[in-house]
């Protein structure tokens, strides 16, 4: 008797059951989108950080540079053997640590024994630069960036300062990162995906191999099974790597071994890729570190999203704030009409159930027929709004806007003013870069699932203000109808 007497009333009432289900529909439409659209935006602030960390990275332990100064060994000078044919083009590397001071290689121990430290990976951020030429007798110092210089004086931006006579050259720069790689989980290596050859075998800890970032790796014309030749030492190419997203950590990876004897920074890091046992952990990980290892500076995933800025990171805000907000404000509107559309409804059904009450209906059996209709509405309600906000994230998937994140400097690092991609990992921090990321709407199975409850408790807000109303009504009110 309910259900055949709730298909008849359903059918009877089909334009107000779809006013009532439209109001729960829009709203739980709204909240389907918004959480989309959030989840969107978490996923493109994890792409960003993955760009300044490898992925599996929890915080990096590194140590500030000193400020530039006279005893600075960034400033080392190129000497030059111009005895002879003066004329003769010649060639030098000044191959640098990168960014930051450098680090005992024990202090991967002892991160690597700190409480809720699952595993930590030492790295060495490096910088090259390469001076091509003809030279008169004499010597210069190395610049800040690449750039060729004309006949004699001191070079232009990128140039170098010449001594004891006129010179013709080229000077270039590109980073490399020496990567340990019998840990390959951990490291800005990861954040890139080997497209072409293979990545370091666990056994080439001293081997003369190399990774090649793909944007590098077209522009020097270098590929799988070519050589590249650093300060005299010849790479194998074994792999091209493409960075996620944004720029690569490094043009060049190497295993750590040859990048420390390239440096002359034998047992040395820049460094210390951290791993956490426990997302939660994360803060007290990282006061263990501070507290028992001094003079570093550990930098969390918190803190380089912080320095996240432009339209990524207002849009993120607004979704956040403004879209959670709207979407309770929505939601309650939506609520409480159902609520008053379907005591209204009851209102105006006073002959009949006065009626159904004369022949003897009990007032809980007329509250159920209520809220079993109201529930029923509900369900539609939701029904619609998972199609709505399906269709919605689906629109905002498939037109993808670019949103710009602006990464700012987070300090610790000297770092050299152009020549290339930062090092590997924080190095990359010292100088802002901004990255375009498309934006998406994934959504998951528990957002349908709230999608779902908020229906059911929609279809239930507002069975119980018509089963009120109901429950309220005596058979003297239809005969009073009657007349």
Do not use: H
């Not at 140590?63 to 530039?68: C, H, I, M």
């Not at 994360?282 to 339209?311: C, M, Y």
């Not at 159920?368 to 529930?375: D, K, P, S």
């Amino acid at each position: 008797m309910f259900f055949t007497y709730l298909r008849r009333e359903l059918r009877r009432r089909r334009k107000a059951a779809l006013v009532v289900a439209s109001g729960l529909a829009l709203g739980i439409a709204l909240v389907i989108v918004v959480s989309s659209v959030s989840s969107g935006m978490s996923q493109a602030q994890d792409k960003v950080l993955q760009s300044l960390y490898g992925l599996g990275t929890d915080m990096t332990v590194t140590k500030a540079a000193t400020p530039p100064g006279e005893g600075d060994t960034n400033r080392r000078r190129f000497e030059f053997d111009a005895k002879g044919d003066t004329d003769a083009e010649q060639s030098s590397d000044r191959v640098m640590v990168q960014g930051f001071q450098t680090l005992a290689s024990s202090t991967v121990t002892q991160v690597g024994g700190q409480d809720g430290v699952a595993q930590a990976v030492g790295g060495l951020s490096l910088t090259v630069l390469k001076v091509n030429g003809e030279f008169k007798p004499g010597e210069i110092t190395p610049p800040q960036g690449g750039g060729r210089t004309g006949q004699g004086g001191t070079g232009g931006a990128g140039g170098g300062e010449v001594r004891g006579g006129g010179a013709a050259f080229d000077v270039n720069s590109y980073s490399v990162f020496g990567t340990d790689v019998a840990a390959p989980a951990l490291g800005p290596l990861t954040s890139s995906k080997i497209t072409t050859g293979r990545t370091f075998k666990s056994t080439e800890t001293e081997a003369a191999v190399a990774v090649v970032d793909s944007a590098y790796a077209k522009e020097k014309s270098l590929a799988v099974g070519k050589t590249v030749t650093i300060s005299g030492t010849k790479f194998s190419i074994v792999g091209v790597a493409t960075a996620d997203s944004g720029d690569s950590a490094a043009n060049l990876y190497i295993p750590l071994k040859k990048a420390q004897t390239l440096a002359e920074s034998k047992d040395k890091v820049t460094t210390v890729y951290v791993k956490a046992a426990d997302s939660q952990q994360i803060d007290s990980v990282k006061s263990a570190i501070q507290k028992n290892i001094p003079d570093t500076t550990v930098t969390t995933s918190a803190d380089l999203a912080s320095t996240v800025s432009g339209s990524l990171s207002t849009a993120s805000d607004l979704a956040t704030t403004v879209g959670k907000w709207l979407s309770i404000a929505v939601l309650i509107a939506a609520f409480l009409v159902a609520g008053l559309l379907t005591s209204s409804a009851v209102s105006r059904r006073v002959r009949e159930f006065g009626t159904l009450k004369a022949l003897g209906w009990k007032s809980g059996r007329v509250t159920r027929q209520v809220v079993g209709e109201a529930l029923v509405n509900g369900l539609l309600g939701g029904v619609l709004g998972i199609a709505l906000g399906l269709g919605g994230a689906y629109l905002v998937t498939a037109i993808s806007p670019t949103l710009t994140a602006q990464l700012g400097s987070t300090g610790g690092g000297g770092g050299l003013a152009g020549g290339g991609p930062m090092g590997g990992g924080p190095a990359r921090q010292t100088a802002s870069k901004a990255l375009d990321i498309a934006l998406t709407a994934p959504v998951s199975v528990s957002t349908i699932g709230i999608a779902v409850g908020l229906a059911v408790a929609g279809g239930l807000i507002a069975g119980g203000f018509g089963g009120w109303r109901a429950s309220r009504l005596r058979p003297a009110d239809a005969l009073r109808r009657v007349e």
